[in-house]
């Protein structure tokens, strides 16, 4: 496993990190058993930063995170997320009073004092015109609640605001071989800020995995069913908002470029960690065996010039017209 510099934090992270949204809840139900398995074969592995949210599964997800801190030695840097408690999403509703509530469910849940890196859940655009949510965080810092905060956002445009609040440390943003668009502008002012940049759905919902097919079926509660239309959260979440039956296609494009012995969602990984702007993919993984395997992506040499054209040809040719502008 290889490590990167948190941004400014001090801590350096696995470049392969660990999302925790598959086994707190939405994406068809994951055993205690195996969520912990999981969990513990990512820090055998070397990954010592996990991603999560209050909302998944309802705190599910942060407690199961809190029961793997207690079984083992390795310091662990979480990163967690408010605001999707909101029945509406409203600026409003990021004040000072709900922030405060949130974030002592979360240290609850995590069974800690502090929290280490605590992101807005992709709050509405004009949120970002607010500064006074953010002199908020700032006072939660100064508070002891939380040691850094940052983002996750939905669009470009959101990052590129982001990142104009001097205290914002990361930006999380849906970037994978069929969501290019981060790379175009806001990478390089990312980089220049020495801001995070957590690169989420790396596997675009598992669809990069090349393991689904066109009759591949999920079940009623897993967002690759319930959403694949937008119809509970953004579309870009499930399948990174790219048509199923196209992503499928171009998925094959991309098989015929995989070096021997790579798996197509290391392939994928491994293609995330090409640009040094990216502090870390954060894979999600419900058993010990996909952790695994997403994991050793750490390892694998740097792919061919003439492999990342030849991403960059079937992104081009075909996911770019259809999605490039929209997020
Ligand atoms: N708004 C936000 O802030 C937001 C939104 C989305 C995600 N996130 C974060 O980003 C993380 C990653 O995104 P994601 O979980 O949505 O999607 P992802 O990482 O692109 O896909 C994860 C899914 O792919 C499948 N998978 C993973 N590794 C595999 C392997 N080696 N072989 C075969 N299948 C494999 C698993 O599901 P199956 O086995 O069921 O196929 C897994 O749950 C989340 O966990 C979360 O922490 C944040």
Redesign the pocket.
């Known amino acids: 496993m290889n490590y990167r510099p948190l941004g400014r934090t001090g801590w350096r992270v696995s470049d392969i990190s660990f999302?925790?949204?598959?086994i707190g809840g939405a994406?068809?139900d994951v055993s205690e058993k195996d969520a912990l398995a999981a969990l513990h074969q990512a820090v055998d592995s070397g990954v010592n930063f996990i991603?999560?949210?209050d909302v998944y599964g309802d705190g599910r997800s942060e407690r199961l995170i809190a029961q793997l801190r207690k079984e083992c030695k390795e310091e662990i840097i979480i990163a967690t997320?408010a605001g999707r408690r909101l029945p509406r999403q409203t600026v409003e509703g990021y004040s000072r009073e709900n922030l405060t509530r949130w974030i002592e469910d979360s240290l609850r849940n995590l069974s800690t004092g502090t929290l280490d890196l605590l992101q807005l859940?992709?709050p509405p655009t004009e949120l970002y015109y607010h500064p006074e949510v953010f002199a908020n965080l700032d006072d939660l810092v100064k508070a002891g609640k939380i040691r850094y905060y940052g983002v996750?956002v939905e669009k470009v445009e959101e990052a590129l605001k982001a990142i104009e609040f001097p205290n914002v440390q990361s930006v999380?943003i849906i970037f994978n071989c069929f969501r290019q668009r981060p790379a175009d502008l806001f990478f390089a002012q990312a980089r220049q800020k020495q801001v995070v940049i957590l690169a989420?759905?790396?596997?675009?919902?598992?669809l990069l995995?090349g393991?689904l097919r066109s009759d591949s079926t999920f079940v009623a509660n897993d967002h690759r069913n319930f959403n694949r239309h937008g119809e509970a959260f953004d579309v870009g979440?499930t399948f990174s908002g790219v048509d199923y039956k196209l992503g499928l296609e171009a998925v094959e494009e991309i098989r015929r470029l995989l070096p021997t012995g790579v798996s197509m969602?290391q392939f994928a990984l491994r293609w995330i960690l090409m640009f040094d702007a990216v502090t870390c993919a954060?894979?999600?993984?419900?058993r010990p065996e996909?952790v695994d395997?997403?994991c050793r992506a750490s390892d694998l040499p740097a792919l061919t010039a003439e492999t990342m054209v030849g991403v960059q040809r079937i992104y081009d040719q075909s996911i770019r017209p259809l999605i490039h502008q929209r997020w």
């Open positions: 999302g925790a949204w598959a994406w068809g991603d999560t949210a997320k859940h992709c996750s999380q989420r759905v790396p596997l675009a919902s598992g995995t393991k979440e969602s954060i894979p999600g993984g419900k996909q395997e997403n």
